[in-house]
């Protein structure tokens, strides 16, 4: 909740909920957000960390909490902001995005650095946090890919003030 508080005066928030296996650390993260349940005022999404045997899809927790963002009710809000600041982002979530549209996504995905997708990322978050406070949740991030890791310290790292809090 002070968490909450500080990003609501757009001081971003990047936290860390450690411990032992089992003693109750989702626990405590479900607790809280069932508390944001009923306050329409803030935006949820939690993306999940999955332990793979191989090579894992980068990126795998933030497109996962993108994707929860996006079927909210106000997902349409969603899908738009990664349209217009976030397209190789959009690329990569097909249930939100078809047909020419996404083609065209891809072409581009194909072609751009892959430096610009930690900007792209970074720039929709604080767009999307811009009305009201953000708050994403990343499970399990010790099975986390590196890109994935990468992106939550150069999110960290960002100085522009946004009401976003991210919780691993």
């Known amino acids: 909740a002070r968490w909450l508080r500080a ?3 757009c001081v971003r ?4 909920v450690t411990g032992e296996a089992g003693m109750g650390k989702t626990t405590l993260v479900d607790v809280f957000l069932e508390s944001l349940a009923a306050e329409p005022r803030v935006r949820v999404g939690r993306g999940q960390c999955v332990e793979l045997y191989g090579s894992a899809e980068p990126y795998l927790p ?3 909490a993108l994707s929860t963002l996006a079927r909210r009710v106000d997902g349409a809000q969603v899908v738009d902001v990664l349209r217009r600041v976030a397209p190789l982002w959009l690329a990569q979530l097909p249930a939100f995005v078809g047909g020419a ?17 930690f900007r792209e990322l970074a720039d929709a978050l604080v767009a999307l946090a811009a009305e009201r ?3 994403l949740v990343l499970e399990d991030l010790h099975w986390g890919d590196r890109p994935s890791l990468e992106l939550l310290g150069f999110i960290a790292r960002r100085r522009e003030p946004a009401r976003l809090v991210v919780i691993g």
């Open 7 to 9: 990003s609501e005066s």
């Open 13 to 16: 928030q990047i936290a860390f």
């Open 62 to 64: 933030w497109l996962d």
């Open 101 to 117: 549209e996404r083609r065209a996504l891809l072409r581009e995905a194909a072609e751009a650095p892959p430096q610009r997708m």
């Open 133 to 135: 406070p953000l708050v």
